[in-house]
């Protein structure tokens, strides 16, 4: 590179050296840098070059300084000007692009070059990278990459997916280890996959502090899945002019693969004895879950482009199977839970005593989320089951941890929310929380969780090293030794399903207050909205719109419906209908569809669910019937399943006309007659299949097929190709006469393209 005239280059030298009093706001996405193994070039919306990196006259022949101004044909030849060209007018930019350089260009001439373009503001930003002197362990192809991820999508768990994914990444980059980091929720990351030189000390199951990846550093990793730096020891490169002409601030290089790394993070390296290293993000949701982590010790490694770009394929697929990967690691417990909660629903429903009582008397209560102890607050008087704390300790952790808007909130580190209450983390280290009004409460406790945490080196350095004089230079830690640490006050982490499962008992639970405190009207009301989805889900694939009217007076009625996705993608609809109105009828309601829902998560075909309620209501809700329709559909084929139990035929709308869909077999709910039967058809584009109750069809005086065939033909009349809703609205006055009945439509289109 060009010798700085003023000294030696900073890695950084768009703005001051960072240390680790300011390390968390370093601007490491725009340093005026770039690493020494290719150049760069910012270009104008003409294609003139306008800054670049100093290596110029090294690779290229020709200092910076005289190549501003030129295009960019005149500075790497036509075929890489024609490619870059090509590119910038395909919109796609995300496909590295191969080329040959111009044969006059110094040590680059007639070279063989990745391009790799991307935005920056109104810039055009190029970087090129000589693919001559690269190292990997194994020719990157299509039919290895896809190998790859056929061994990737085999695992089952999401420790076999993180170790096949370091196996993968280490044989296509070569790395001497290639670790899986998985970031917790305060953002210390765990190594749990390596893949290493056996001569390596293992890293596996060592935890690292969040500072070592500050904010900034973990945000660009969700904006460049890879980073890769050849060589710790290389001298940065400055971009010239440092500052953009146009905007006097410096280049945004968040998207380089060449961008220069903060100093701090090249002596973190150093001092693991790291010489080169390269990162891909794994990224779950939007948010980072982890990294992978490739380390080289013996001397520079410079990874080629399409092996970087396998990598990060690698890495996005596992990032894409991560979600399932979880949800079959808890499959077996959310699925135990929910069959918990439905006992435990029925329980209630047909218990005579006030629904605290009833419930906290139910050994279940403890189990349904692995607790030690419930408190329960209503009305100014505690109830507690099992061990818990004292009062104004169970009062002063409500206030902690509970949610002003009642959504289910937890903790599992109450000493972190107050000080105070590290002191009862024997019996009260973690909380989860259940409101349900002002004056009412209920939460499950769990006990520290006493638990031995290895460090990759005292994850205590930093606060130790600002204690120190402030003339002393702060650095990043040295030592990397393992470093054990005993970890209390913190208890089992509460999952996402167990949050899941207690938002779904406090609907149940709303509905049962409601039903047993207040006027008929004013349930028919508030229960409805604690049981009945108040708004359609959104799902890929299809349109679902639902539609609830109640009956004249508000009168409680027995219509529910219900919508949402099992875990293989496949989307369940259901309507039903309790006979009857009023508190019965609203019970039996909220008991049906916790069940259903249950039954369909355990996997069971939508005849078998139903044949399975048919049971249930028998059994405890004698003297009780009910109708229900079940679909499911897979959007990704538009396969549909149906099974019926004495409800309304569904009306299916395809190819211009409707037809009536109504599997043969059981009769009601609760008659203990018969054997569900399940239809199956396919959906092309467009098609609509329509749910209902007999409110919607059923009149004084008429004969109910009569009504059925009128709204058949309404519905294909009515213009169901645009506005689910407004189709919905006309077809709720198809069949004229007064509604007398609560009823309950919902409608499904498919769209887009199905397989």
Request: with cysteine; net charge negative.
């Amino acid at each position: 590179m060009i010798p700085d005239p003023l000294g030696p280059l900073d890695h950084s030298p768009a703005y001051p050296a960072a240390d680790l009093t300011n390390c968390e706001r370093e601007p490491i996405h725009i340093p005026g840098a770039i690493q020494p193994h290719g150049l760069l070039l910012a270009l104008d919306h003409e294609r003139r070059v306008v800054m670049g990196s100093r290596n110029t006259e090294q690779l290229l022949g020709r200092p910076i300084d005289e190549l501003l101004g030129l295009e960019v044909r005149d500075v790497l030849g036509a075929g890489p000007a024609t490619a870059v060209a090509a590119a910038l007018a395909g919109g796609d930019l995300s496909a590295p692009l191969r080329a040959t350089l111009a044969p006059n260009l110094g040590r680059l001439g007639s070279a063989e070059v990745d391009l790799v373009v991307h935005r920056s503001g109104t810039r055009t930003v190029v970087e090129v990278e000589p693919v001559w002197g690269q190292e990997t362990s194994q020719t990157v192809s299509y039919r290895s990459a896809r190998a790859a991820v056929t061994r990737l999508t085999g695992t089952s768990t999401t420790a076999g997916l993180c170790e096949q994914l370091a196996h993968e990444i280490r044989q296509v980059t070569g790395f001497d280890r290639v670790m899986v980091y998985r970031f917790d929720d305060a953002w210390n990351g765990e190594v749990v996959a390596e893949d290493r030189r056996e001569d390596l000390n293992p890293f596996l199951g060592l935890h690292y502090p969040s500072t070592d990846i500050p904010a900034q550093a973990r945000r660009l990793y969700t904006v460049n899945w890879t980073r890769l730096i050849a060589d710790i020891l290389y001298e940065p490169v400055a971009l010239e002019p440092v500052l953009d002409p146009a905007t006097g601030a410096p280049l945004d290089l968040s998207h380089s693969v060449l961008r220069s790394v903060s100093p701090i993070h090249v002596e973190y390296l150093s001092n693991m004895g790291v010489s080169a290293s390269m990162s891909v993000s794994m990224v779950k949701d939007g948010q980072l879950w982890g990294l992978v982590a490739c380390h080289h010790y013996s001397g520079p490694h410079r990874v080629p482009f399409d092996a970087r770009s396998a990598a990060e394929f690698l890495g996005q697929t596992a990032s894409q199977l991560i979600d399932d990967r979880e949800r079959a690691d808890n499959h077996a417990d959310e699925l135990s839970a929910s069959v918990l909660l439905a006992r435990l629903t029925a329980s209630l429903a047909g218990d005579p005593r006030p629904v605290y009582d009833a419930l906290l008397s139910d050994p279940r209560l403890l189990e349904l989320v692995d607790a030690s102890g419930v408190a329960l607050w209503v009305d100014g008087q505690l109830s507690t089951v099992g061990e818990v704390p004292s009062e104004p300790v169970l009062h002063r952790i409500a206030r902690a941890v509970g949610a002003d808007d009642d959504k289910v909130t937890a903790s599992n580190h109450l000493g972190a929310l107050a000080p105070e209450l590290a002191e009862t983390s024997a019996v009260a280290a973690g909380a989860l929380h259940l409101g349900n009004g002002p004056d009412r409460w209920m939460m499950w406790l769990r006990p520290e969780v006493e638990q031995t945490v290895d460090w990759g080196g005292d994850p205590t350095n930093k606060a130790l090293a600002l204690a120190e004089d402030p003339q002393v230079r702060l650095s990043p830690r040295k030592s990397f030794e393992k470093w054990r640490q005993v970890v209390r006050g913190q208890s089992a982490p509460w999952r996402p399903w167990e949050i899941d499962v207690v938002e779904s008992l406090r609907q149940y639970l709303s509905a049962q207050l409601l039903r047993r405190t207040h006027e008929h009207t004013a349930l028919a009301e508030s229960l409805q909205r604690a049981v009945v989805l108040e708004e359609t889900p959104q799902f890929d694939g299809v349109d679902v719109l639902a539609r609830y009217r109640p009956a004249k007076g508000s009168r409680l009625g027995g219509d529910w419906w219900d919508a949402f996705s099992l875990p293989d993608g496949r989307i369940v609809l259901t309507v039903g209908d309790v006979a009857g109105h009023g508190v019965t009828a609203a019970t039996a309601m909220a008991q049906v569809r916790t069940a259903l829902r249950a039954y369909m998560i355990d996997g069971s075909s939508p005849a078998a669910c139903v044949d399975k309620l048919d049971v249930l209501v028998a059994a405890l809700l004698p003297g009780q019937t009910a109708t229900v329709v079940v679909l499911v559909v897979d959007p990704a084929t538009g396969r549909v399943e149906i099974a019926n139990a004495g409800h309304p035929p569904a009306l299916l709308l395809k190819d211009g006309g409707s037809t009536l869909v109504a599997p043969a077999g059981r009769p009601l709910l609760g008659v203990d007659f018969g054997e569900a039967g399940t239809d199956e058809l396919v959906l092309a584009p467009g098609d609509v299949l329509l749910l209902y109750t007999d409110g919607l069809v059923e009149r004084r005086g008429v004969e109910i097929d009569s009504s059925i065939e009128r709204l058949g033909r309404a519905a294909v009349t009515s213009d169901h190709t645009g506005t689910l809703d407004t189709w919905i609205t006309d077809l709720l006055t198809a069949v004229p006469g007064t509604l007398d009945d609560d009823l309950t439509v919902v409608a499904l289109r498919t769209t887009g393209a199905l397989a």
